[in-house]
């Protein structure tokens, strides 16, 4: 989902929802400012990175899926609101 300002788009955001509910999210900005979470259905925050869009895809794809045995499962805190459409700035 892009996020568009007088200037074109300022962010895309992404998510996955998994079967069991839980979702990961992708918020990117530039190359070198990216953000992912995983969040429970409840929509508490599981799993949580930020740095360059490179290590945080990479992060993302040797993350286990849900429900394996190596998937997070600890809540560590509440995720931040992804921004969608209709919504103000999300920031």
């Known amino acids: ?3 568009v300002d ?3 788009i300022d962010q895309l955001d992404g998510v996955r929802v998994w079967a069991d509910n839980t ?3 992708v918020r990117l900005r530039s190359e070198t400012d ?3 979470t995983r969040t429970d259905p409840g929509g508490g925050l599981l799993w949580e990175r930020a740095g360059t869009l490179a290590e945080v895809v990479d992060s993302l794809l040797d993350l286990p899926d849900p429900g394996t045995a ?3 499962s600890l809540v560590i805190g509440r995720a931040p609101s992804l921004w969608t459409p209709g919504q103000g700035s999300g920031r």
């Open 1 to 3: 989902m892009p996020k």
């Open 6 to 8: 007088d200037h074109g």
């Open 23 to 25: 979702a990961d999210a």
């Open 34 to 36: 990216c953000f992912a």
């Open 70 to 72: 190596a998937a997070p």
